[in-house]
Nanobody, 132 residues
Framework: QVQLVESGGGLVQPGESLRLSCIAS????????IGWFRQAPGKEHEGVSC????????YYADSVKGRFTISRDDAKNTVYLQMNNLEPEDTGTYYC?????????????????????????WGRGTQVTVSP
């Protein structure tokens, strides 16, 4: 089956850290740009961090820059999002997504900042709650 499965979410206090994982099945991430998006209650999807398949270009939303790090392990077919110094504003459902590079003709920054344009395979999400 073709799917992405996120894990690693949870309830943490401000200042703590989490590492999200996204395991891909049925596809080989070598050929995909990857992204992390989140959706807070009542809000639209927001691009958090994305990277091209060749790791040459990465994007971070201003709100997470310096705190979050995106990475991939092609050998494990897994994407990670290391989240440090979490803030209440980081609360939301986090989704990983993968888009075949052949269909991405703009820099990754565009697709990550425009979630509706990041067409491809999306996971079902994992919940992150940051609360005192």
């Amino acid at each position: 089956q073709v799917q992405l499965v996120e894990s690693g979410g949870g309830l943490v206090q401000p200042g703590e850290s989490l590492r999200l994982s996204c395991i891909a099945s049925g596809i080989t991430l070598d050929y995909y740009a990857i992204g992390w998006f989140r959706q807070a209650p009542g809000k639209e999807h927001e691009g958090v961090s994305c990277m091209e398949h060749n790791d040459l270009s990465k994007y971070y939303a201003d709100s997470v820059k310096g705190r979050f790090t995106i990475s991939r392990d092609d050998a494990k077919n897994t994407v990670y999002l290391q989240m440090n110094n979490l803030e209440p504003e980081d609360t939301g459902t986090y989704y990983c997504a993968a888009a075949e590079v052949a269909y991405l003709d703009r820099p990754i920054n565009y697709y990550c900042s425009t979630p509706q344009a990041f067409r491809g395979l999306w996971g079902r999400g994992t919940q992150v709650t940051v609360s005192p």
